[in-house]
């Protein structure tokens, strides 16, 4: 009997460790897909379940995890994330007492750190939620619109121009896929490294309209294997954006910082302080951390 209750303790640091571990391996058991990480896609989806966030209603966010439900599941910005969401299912059934909110935000903050970004503070607390509370569609942003648009998105959510530019940079890492987006091809030449490339090649290469029957994109005029997207490429061009692009492109450091503090709070959007199970965010360690 009393084994038995405390197995119904409430799980500790210890226990999500061994989540982010076993999310860490099927991240990267991903031999026959996209660069052999399923990294980027993850990292996405923990995005786009915390991007739907509404400041002025407290509607959205991590909270729900209702991605899970149509038609949150079908809008088209969330394409092709079926994959990620049915990798993490896998996860959930190893590790059925987590929520699919801490489980989907605590797998970004995996695939950030595992592909060499820097340490994402982040703790648990969400709750699964219904269909009901599901978000309408057009809550995150579209990549074919100019600065007005992006401020609109990001100053729901609660970010300034800074955050804006610097959770922009995860762009380093994967790619646009043509049936999924309708946009193709890699930001850089290492999409599974997170770095502040994303910002030195908006500078240092010149981008030009890609001639093709897809949606409006650029790509590099040296070698045209890179892609921007219209909302990239604007944050060379909006003065305020340029700022900090330019500074995370002469500065990863500081990109770094400026990255974790603002991706740790995306992750915690819509989820009420009280439901938070500590106090202060977690730092979980790498898989090679581990190993030392
Ligand atoms: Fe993004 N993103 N994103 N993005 N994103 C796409 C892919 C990836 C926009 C549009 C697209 C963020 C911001 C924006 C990642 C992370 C983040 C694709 C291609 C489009 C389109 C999807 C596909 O075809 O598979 C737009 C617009 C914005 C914006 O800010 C205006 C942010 C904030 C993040 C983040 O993680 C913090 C990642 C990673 C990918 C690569 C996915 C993959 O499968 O590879």
């Known amino acids: 009997q009393s084994a038995k209750a405390a197995t119904k303790l ?13 999310i860490a391996e099927i991240i990267d058991d991903a031999d026959d897909y996209d660069y052999g990480s399923f990294g980027p896609v993850v990292l996405r989806l923990a995005w786009h379940a915390s991007g739907t966030y509404d400041k002025a209603t407290g509607t959205g966010g991590s909270n729900y995890a209702t991605m899970r439900f149509e038609p949150e599941a079908l809008h088209g910005a969330n394409a092709g994330l079926r994959v ?18 801490d489980l989907w935000t ?11 970004g820097p340490k994402v503070p982040w703790r648990p607390g969400r709750i699964d939620g219904f269909a009901a509370q599901a978000t309408p569609d057009g809550r995150l942003p579209d990549a074919s619109q100019g600065a007005p648009h992006i401020r609109d998105i990001f100053y729901r959510m609660g970010f300034d121009d800074q955050e804006i530019v610097a959770l922009c940079g995860a762009h380093a890492l994967g790619r646009c896929h043509a049936d999924r987006s309708g946009f193709d091809g890699p930001w850089t030449f290492s999409p599974t490294t997170f770095s502040n490339d994303f910002y ?29 997207l219209p909302t990239d490429y604007v944050l060379t061009q909006d ?22 503090a603002a991706f740790s709070k995306l992750l915690e959007l819509g989820v009420p302080t009280q439901q938070f199970v500590s106090s202060e965010p977690w730092v979980m360690q790498t898989v090679d951390e581990q190993k030392s």
């Open 239 to 260: 003065k305020s954006f340029k700022k900090y692009a330019k500074a995370y492109a002469d500065d990863a450091d500081l990109f770094f910082k400026d990255f974790s």
């Open 200 to 228: 030195k090649l908006l500078f240092d290469e010149k981008w030009v309209w890609k001639k093709w029957g897809g949606p409006k994109q650029l790509e590099d005029k040296k070698t045209k294997s890179l892609m921007m």
């Open 84 to 101: 990620a969401r049915d990798l993490m299912e896998k996860v959930k059934k190893e590790f059925d007492w987590i929520s699919y909110g």
């Open 106 to 116: 605590l797998a970004g903050v995996a695939a950030v750190q595992e592909m060499a």
């Open 10 to 22: 409430a799980p500790t640091k210890e226990d999500y460790q061994k989540v982010y571990n076993r």
